[in-house]
């Protein structure tokens, strides 16, 4: 195997952000959660998005471990390495972002590296180095409020730089806007004034055409899934990569048994999301607080679900809104209520399955790596594009044969779960 391109994401949703928007511009795509096990087949394609669990752990951590994603890639061929963050920045002062990016560019043997979260499809853009989330800065839109990380700094260059070992410069937009030349000569004038990295304005489709030419050329960028499309196009464009029609069809062959919903995520879009699925499948909305203090709400959980599913899908949240969310920190502490609710979706999760679901659509990127763990799948097959940034995936190279969407809290109209359910059959 050659890879044209190798990923590493911080996350599993967002890694099947990527691999569905490399797929959608003619890469063959897998993701694979984790650093792929020696023994792993995997069918020959250009890109692979290695999944970590990395971006709310300690930066330590996430370094190890995304090195040795990146000499994964790297000994498959991979000339190129995107780092893919979330659209929404989201880290803290001390990192992950920073010292990934430091320690990704120390392995490739220095240089400058791009950074760029826009991806003006899903409403994030990049204006004079401030990340706009539709028509308002990050930090007063309500997306700041990530339970684990939230974004209270909209100035990029600035929340990078205090996560950096080198410093942070800005290629404008009025620079990305006069093309490719233009960018690698104001990148060459900040690697020779220092810098380690330079956020990237982008607002539009063109201009992440723009900075993936410029991006394919170099040995690591950081960016969200709007950088990988950026520099899927120029492969495409330069002829170093054939594009593929997909695997849709073979994603799709039914898989037959029980259809359910899983969500942890508490963003606006996904608590929308479940009020307007109660109007059409049965929802149990658990207790957040019990779900701390022991086992009864998930035993709760799956006696709802043993009495419904037969009759269609359903519905289990430990969705809460901000304030609540505040209030179980205050209560139980940040880190300890975030691993405890996750592992216990986790567990639903695992035992739905040993119940007969296999049409499975997680919420939260937290709830959705904590859940794909304690299943132990080691890769999807992408399939087509349920809302942007969200595909179908089929499991690889494990026991249990399922059809899965790993959604993003804030991904997805209204009306997503039935929509993807609708998808898998």
């Known amino acids: 195997m050659t890879l044209a391109l190798g990923c590493i994401a911080d996350d599993y949703t967002g890694a099947s952000d990527l691999a569905n928007t490399l797929t959608r511009a003619g890469l063959r795509t897998v993701q694979t959660i984790g650093v792929p096990d020696a023994a792993l087949d995997l069918p020959e394609v250009d890109a692979v998005v290695v999944s970590l669990k990395s971006r709310s752990i300690p930066a330590d951590q996430a370094v190890v471990l995304s090195l040795d994603a990146h000499r994964w890639l790297t000994a498959r061929g991979a000339e190129r390495v995107l780092f893919k963050v979330c659209s929404t920045f989201d880290s ?50 309500p997306l700041k409020d990530h339970p684990l990380n939230p974004m209270r700094d909209s100035n990029l260059v600035r929340v990078l730089a205090r996560q950096s070992q080198a410093g942070v410069g800005l290629a404008d937009r009025a620079t990305v806007d006069r093309g490719p030349a233009t960018v690698e000569a104001r990148l060459a004038e900040l ?22 030419a410029v991006a394919a050329n170099r040995p690591v960028s950081t960016g969200a899934s709007g950088l990988g499309l950026g520099i899927a196009r120029a492969l495409v464009a330069s002829g170093a990569v054939r594009p593929a029609a997909g695997n849709a069809g073979a994603v799709l062959d039914p898989v037959g048994g029980h259809a359910a919903v899983v969500a942890g995520s508490c963003s606006r879009a996904t608590l929308e999301q479940l009020a307007v699925a109660e109007t059409s499948m049965p929802v149990l909305r658990l207790d957040p607080a019990r779900l701390l203090d022991g086992d009864g709400e998930i035993e709760r959980a799956l006696a709802f679900a043993a009495e419904r599913l037969p009759s269609g899908p359903v519905v289990i949240a430990s969705s809460a809104t901000p304030d609540a969310v505040e209030a179980l920190h205050a209560r139980f502490g940040r880190e300890a209520t975030s691993h405890r ?23 939260g990127g937290e709830t959705s790596g904590a859940a794909v763990d304690r299943l132990g799948i ?28 790993l959604k993003s809290g804030n991904f997805g109209g209204p009306d997503f779960f039935a929509k993807a359910l609708g998808l898998m059959r």
């Not at 899903?122 to 990340?131: A, E, I, Q």
């Not at 595909?391 to 059809?403: F, H, I, Y």
């Open 191 to 212: 690697a020779a004034a220092g810098m380690g990295s330079a956020i990237i304005d982008a607002v539009s489709d063109g201009d992440l055409e723009t900075v993936g």
């Open 378 to 405: 080691p890769a999807f097959l992408v399939g087509p594009e349920i809302a942007p940034g969200v595909p179908v995936l089929r499991t690889a190279g494990s026991g249990d044969d399922l059809l899965m969407a």
């Open 341 to 363: 609710i996750e592992q216990a979706t986790a567990e639903i999760v695992a035992r739905l399955v040993a119940a007969g679901v296999r049409r499975l659509v997680v919420a």
């Open 92 to 141: 803290t002062d001390r990192g992950n972002i920073g010292p990934v990016t430091d320690a990704l560019r120390a392995a490739a043997g220095g240089g400058l590296v791009m950074v760029t979260p826009a991806f003006p499809e899903t409403g994030r853009t990049v204006y004079m180095g401030h990340l706009f989330v539709g028509a308002v800065p990050l930090h007063e839109s």
